[in-house]
């Protein structure tokens, strides 16, 4: 299995931020990974597993080895109403939600349309639309880059919360994920409580809709807020949503009563990131050959020609005015790599 040197990144992430690995390689197979184990390069040089590059913002030439995952596969095993769907963590992830749509199983409608791949959504658990992976999983496989063992993980094993799991936590940079399992169902269970999607839902005239529909309906939502990648450079939300104590909380609002807010894990309260930006004069802004979404202020975006480092230097005056302003610290949810 070759090693490239001195590959061009542009194409490989959806920021199309231009750098080169130093090395690159790309797995096929879990033997192609002890391939690649086996050899010097990986001994010798710090190692970036890639994806789908959506997720990530390079702030310089990677000095290293880049794996990237190109695990193929889907097999889908019925249990009674229950279906385990097991794919390899090179599949896109749209790709295995439009495939699992098509037969009827039901569970990642609402995950429609996210970029990447199967291997990185358990990473940081993905999520959109009142769903998120952790809802669906039922295991997953990974290799211990110490070992060369692949291992299964549980969903307990994962320790997933909001865009967190225990791969992005005390295993950062230890596992390769190589397969994930969901579980999903025969019997539809749908959920059109988030934002838009009864409101999208009641504007087509669907009453009772089918997994079929709540993806659509979902695809049609992301289209109007979110930049495509392919035209305009991205990786989606580049902030976390901030989750503070009530007591915080209750003072913010006092000053800010149309402050969008959710109720979060322990008593806290999940704030709307965008809102803050937003609130701060940066929606739409453009600072350079980067900015802010017109239609998404949480959305970072290269206007073309952005290098990362001045995505970051961007990134970091929106951290330093919404602190500022609300006393909130946003916290990246891209990679910087
Ligand atoms: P990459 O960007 O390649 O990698 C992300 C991280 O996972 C890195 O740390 C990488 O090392 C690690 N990784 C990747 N593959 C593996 C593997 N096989 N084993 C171990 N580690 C691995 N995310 C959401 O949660 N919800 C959304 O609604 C959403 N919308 C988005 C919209 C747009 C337009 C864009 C561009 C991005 C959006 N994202 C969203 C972010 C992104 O799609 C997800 O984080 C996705 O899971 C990243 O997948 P990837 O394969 O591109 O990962
Ligand atoms: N808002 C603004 N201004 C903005 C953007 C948002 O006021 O510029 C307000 C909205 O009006 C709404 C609230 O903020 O009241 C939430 O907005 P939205 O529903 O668009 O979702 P989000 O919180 O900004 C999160 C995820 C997205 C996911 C959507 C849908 C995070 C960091 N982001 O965005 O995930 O698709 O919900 O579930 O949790 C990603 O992770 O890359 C991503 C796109």
């Excluded at 993980?153 to 994962?158: E, Q, R, V």
């Amino acid at each position: 299995m070759p090693f490239t040197t001195n590959q061009p990144l542009k194409n490989l992430n959806t920021f199309g931020i231009s750098v080169n690995a130093k090395f690159f390689a790309e797995i096929l197979s879990e033997k192609d990974l002890a391939t690649v184990f086996a050899s010097d390069i990986v001994k010798a040089n710090k190692l970036l597993v890639l994806g789908g590059g959506s997720n990530m913002l390079f702030i310089k030439d990677y000095e290293g080895l880049v794996l990237k995952v190109g695990i193929k596969g889907i097999n889908v095993e019925e249990r009674g109403d229950d279906v385990l769907v097991t794919a390899g963590a090179g599949e896109v992830w749209d790709v295995l939600v439009k495939y699992c749509v098509a037969k009827g199983y039901a569970g990642m409608e609402n995950l429609t349309l996210i970029p990447g791949t199967v291997g990185a959504s358990p990473i940081q658990n993905i999520g959109a639309y009142g769903v998120e992976v952790k809802d669906i999983f039922e295991s997953c496989t990974a290799f211990e880059i110490a070992t060369g063992e692949i291992r299964t993980f549980t969903k307990a094993d994962c320790e997933f919360a909001y865009r967190e799991s225990v791969f992005k936590g005390k295993l950062k940079g230890k596992f390769i994920v190589t397969s994930v399992t969901y579980r999903l169902s025969k019997k539809p269970n749908v959920q059109t409580h988030y934002g838009a999607i009864n409101a999208e839902l009641e504007k087509r005239g669907i009453s009772e809709p089918t997994i079929a529909d709540i993806s659509e309906v979902v695809a049609a939502i992301r289209v109007s807020k979110l930049p495509d990648p392919s035209t305009i450079g991205n990786a989606g939300s580049f902030f976390k949503n901030p989750i503070i104590d009530q007591t915080v909380f209750e003072q913010l609002v006092s000053q800010f009563p149309d402050m969008p807010h959710y109720p979060a894990a322990d008593g806290r309260v999940k704030l709307a990131a965008g809102w803050l930006i937003e609130a701060c004069g940066f929606k739409g802004m453009v600072e350079g050959n980067t900015g802010t979404w017109k239609n998404q202020a949480l959305v970072l975006v290269n206007h073309g020609g952005a290098t990362g480092q001045e995505v970051y230097r961007f990134s970091e005056t929106i951290i330093n005015t919404v602190q500022q302003k609300f006393g909130v610290l946003l916290e990246r949810e891209v990679n910087i790599i």
